[in-house]
């Protein structure tokens, strides 16, 4: 008999409880004893949502205050020492200025998990990091479901995850010093774990989905031979991709069973079955945690029915990964009509498919019970059929257009120097041009017009009103500040992707799919469910407004076709690819209706286009090509004299920059102050051969920087890069800061780049 289970459920609430809850506790609103009541009725009511649906197990340790990789730090009391807390006294008071920082100390950094929007707390390593226990809220926590009488699996980030992920801070020659106390950590809390009377451990090790060197592969035999002695029986997962090249080393390690993804690794299920071990679990992750789409019933049932046969009861049916990237209930979406509610599922509606799922291979059901069952069935039939004839997923507009792609259409009229040396013709700039990103301060007065206009509690001309009176206030205060292109501000937009998926065919919008970001941060991606158009111009109209306000070139601004995928959930009926195209394509007419509006410079926003890379650097080919391709087919319909522009920010660039160059925008503006311009330096290596204007000021600070912090920046950009490719403005878009600093800042920024265009002027007159 087959057991159901997930690897982990949301912890935010499906209103975003714990968020409130954390945030009234940071405010001190409320105190710690709200705040735990709050997390232990989420847990309550999570882990009765598990036992209710009919999993065999509840998932017990993915409850978190903040992070999952902090509390696991807190347990093991592997806690950053610079901090000074005690950890085995540590409050959630100390966990968060772990989490968010203070007067005294900077927060701990914050990266992305894997290839997910989850962002997670790094962990610092360092010769003193102690791992001899911390906190005892995870047994607090077991205690609990023990106490509603739920069978407890509890989940823990494994060790070497965990140590692979943490930083080397100080002390330490390789992270593989500490491999012994991390061991000795894990062997203890191991053993607190089987006194404590919990029958399974699932040990989450995704690093397997990366490409590992062997040393890291090699210690996986060695660490797991030393944890399972007095321990609890453990399931080792694997998730974000398949391991399939782990197949021999995980079919010999002694845990009692391990995890596979098969939504992103379907293929690697052969390597892995031909000779899996009798006394070994095969838990098979076959709902999709990373997705909210109904699932093919029928289609896995066929996949598992031979596994059954094989395994018996050691095969558990499962989510790919944790549904903590989901949102929480398709039940409170009564926006959404009910076609397209039909073919969702959000993690509470993939409880109930996975147990289906096992109910049908046990097929053991009484027959109120079974009916039930088919009921998922019949569904999930009805959904698949509905989306494959659906008109307003299959548009044969949009096909057409697909249909006439050639690749001419993702190539400019000429190369950049003939382009360039007509736009400088054109737009006449000096040298150091000086710009914003886009956005520029959202007061709370733009937030209200904008969301009394969607109440409905303002009419449409009151609306255009307003926006404007704030894009002539925008381009006056820049206008004032000596900007050499300005921007039209952005007041109109709540949020950079939502702002056009709101305008495009395809694309829906749920009320309460919220999905945890990072600590009380949650975001609504957009679903894209169908095939993507443009009904009419999305953006023109405001930055047409904009341009008779000023004779300096008004930028407009779009959100690039990479981006608006990377930030949505998208519809898994064709390839990534197919849908990113289609969006290009949108957004091209987008960009051509601006040029013929009169816009001559057009930046397209791709903050996410690292993001969007495979976690194998095998794969990055494959998804750098089409994003490509997709970039340069929503640019390339302009005439040579049209300025094109794009943004990146928040990453590394350097190991794609042949890639961001074969993007072929003019101008390319980065992020870049608050790693010194050592960004930069891959730019000038590789000869980067277009306009590049490097972040001169951190916008995520309200510090005001100064005149010779962003000449000093810009001096040393100037050693990289050619004077006449070089552009100054600051890291990313002003929406999040206030007026005073802002304006502040950008007039520093302005002063900075005359005194470096002065000296450069002296410099010619001295040779
Ligand atoms: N144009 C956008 C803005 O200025 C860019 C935001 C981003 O890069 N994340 O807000
Ligand atoms: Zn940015």
Redesign the pocket.
Known sequence: MALAHVLGFPRIGAQRELKFAQESFWKGASDEAALRETGATLRARHWKAQADAGLDFVTVGDFAWYDQLLGTLALLGAIPQRFGFDAKQLTLADYFTLARGSKQHFAMEMTKWFDTNYHYLVPEWSIETQFDGGVDWLFDEIAEAQALGHQAKVVLVGPLTLLYLGKVKSGLTHKFDLLPKVVAGYQKLLARLQAAGVHAVQIDEPILALELDSDWVQAFTLVYAELTASAPPLLLTTYFGEVQTHAALLRDLPVMGVHLDLVRGDAQLDAFIADWPQDKVLSVGVVDGRNLWRSDLDTILTKLKPLQARLGDRLWVGSSCSLLHVPVDLKNEDKLDQELKSWLSFATQKLSEIVALKAALNSDATAVFAQEIEAHFVASRAALASRRSSTRIHNPLVQKRLAAVTEAHAERTSGFTTRISKQQKKLNLPLFPTT????FPQTAEIRQSRAAYKRGEIGHLDYLDQMRSEIRLVVQKQEELGLDVLVHG?PERND?VEYFGEQLWGYAFTANGWVQSYGSRCVKPPVIYGDVYRPEAMTVGWSQFAQTLTDKPMKG?L?GPVTMLQWSFVRDDQPREATALQIALALRDEVCDLEKAGIGMI?I?E?AFREGLPLKARDWKHYLDWAVRAFKISAAGVTDETQIHT????SEFNDILPWIAAMDADVITIETSRSDMELLDGFGEFAYPNDIGPGVYDIHSPRVAQVDEMERLLRKARGVIPDQRLWVNPD????TRAWPETYAALENMVLAAKRLRAEVEAERKAA
């Open positions: 914003t990103i886009g956005s952005e950079m601004m959100t930046q926003d903050p943004h990146m920010c928040y990313c878009g002003l929406k």
